[in-house]
């Protein structure tokens, strides 16, 4: 039973490494956090998978636990950090960069620190859209209806629009 287990722990990570280490990147300070977040989010799903009921789609709760576990992480860094703001620089291993797309590469860069400024409930409505999901799967990711989450992302949007200018 646990080889079986541990089979489909590795092929759910396999499949969706990507979309778990964007997300991660949204909530982390720099590439030692990122890397420490997608380790959690990892330890998590591990933790979790047997008590996966199949209520939704396997992808879907992926999303869950790793919004859950980046808004945790992200909650008991606040509360214990100072205030001075840390700036590091930002990593993107996940877009290959080549001489012809540097300018691709710094909106790119530009617009995960816009993102990162969002509160946390925005970040998810942003992460979850960039992955392509419909609203209606990104209301049950995040508990509201597929309506609030068209009315917030025309809010983030226009957010990210200024921020962006």
Not at 76 to 94: A, G, M, P
Not at 122 to 145: C, Q, R, S, W
């Amino acid at each position: 039973m646990e080889v079986a287990i541990e089979e489909v722990f590795l092929e759910l990570l396999g499949d969706n490494k990507a979309q778990i280490s964007r997300i991660c990147s949204v909530y982390a300070q720099d590439e030692d956090e990122k890397k420490d977040l997608f380790q959690e989010v990892a330890f998590n799903l591990w933790k979790s998978l047997p008590s996966f009921k199949g209520n939704s789609a396997l992808s879907t709760w992926v999303y869950r636990v790793t919004l859950n576990t980046c808004m945790q992480a992200r909650f008991k860094v606040n509360r214990h950090e100072s205030t001075h703001v840390r700036l590091k620089s930002i990593h993107f291993e996940s877009i290959k960069q080549s001489d012809d797309d540097t300018g691709k590469q710094e909106r790119i860069a530009l617009l995960y620190t816009c993102i990162r400024k969002l509160n946390d409930a925005d970040k998810n409505l942003v992460m979850l859209f960039l992955e392509d999901l419909p609203y209606k799967e990104i209301a049950f990711i995040t508990g509201v209806t597929e309506n609030h989450v068209a009315v917030r992302m025309k809010r983030v949007r226009e957010k990210l629009f200024n921020c962006l200018k």
